[in-house]
């Protein structure tokens, strides 16, 4: 899953736009889950990435055997967020099967690694993109590079 951060999403978390996506997000998973995946990654950034990992969560009560990867930037990312944010993200990192690291500390290049990780690690590709530029649209189209299977929610 790769997807914008909330500065970039063209609307709040608490509106309708929001809760639409989310749906959208929640009968995407559940189909792949039909189609027998059972693995997904989430990157942790806010925004996107960590609606994500809360639908997949959500979904194990329905569906027990799914597992999340948290694929972390850096060590010391949860150091970064605010205070209010740091909360959300423990429980989520809490509850993922699997944590990888992809770099020792933050650099300018650690975010692109962690994108490259996800793709190179998946069949499918989920993308929230709302920007003309980023990573979300260098991860989309090395995704396409590598001839994955993208899947546009936004």
């Known amino acids: 899953m790769t997807g914008n951060r909330p500065q970039k999403i063209p609307f709040s978390e608490n ?3 929001c809760a ?3 749906d959208r997000m929640r009968r995407t998973v559940t189909t792949l889950i039909e189609e027998g995946y059972t693995r997904f990654i989430t990157g942790m950034a806010l925004g996107s990435d960590i609606w994500f990992a809360e639908c997949v969560l959500d979904l194990k009560d329905v ?3 799914l597992e999340l990867e948290a694929a972390v930037p850096y060590i010391g990312q949860r150091d970064r967020l605010a205070a209010s944010d740091r909360f959300r993200y423990d429980r989520v990192l809490r509850e ?3 944590v990888k690291y992809i770099s020792d500390v933050y650099s300018k290049y650690c975010m692109n690694k962690r994108n490259r990780y996800m793709v190179d690690n998946s069949d499918v590709v ?3 993109n709302y920007a003309e530029s980023g ?3 260098n991860t989309r189209a090395y995704a396409v590079k590598k001839k994955k299977r993208i899947i546009d929610l936004a």
């Open 135 to 137: 990573g979300t649209v």
């Open 126 to 128: 989920l993308v929230i």
């Open 15 to 17: 509106s309708r736009e």
């Open 96 to 98: 993922c099967s699997d």
């Open 63 to 65: 569906y027990p055997d």
């Open 20 to 22: 639409e996506l989310k």
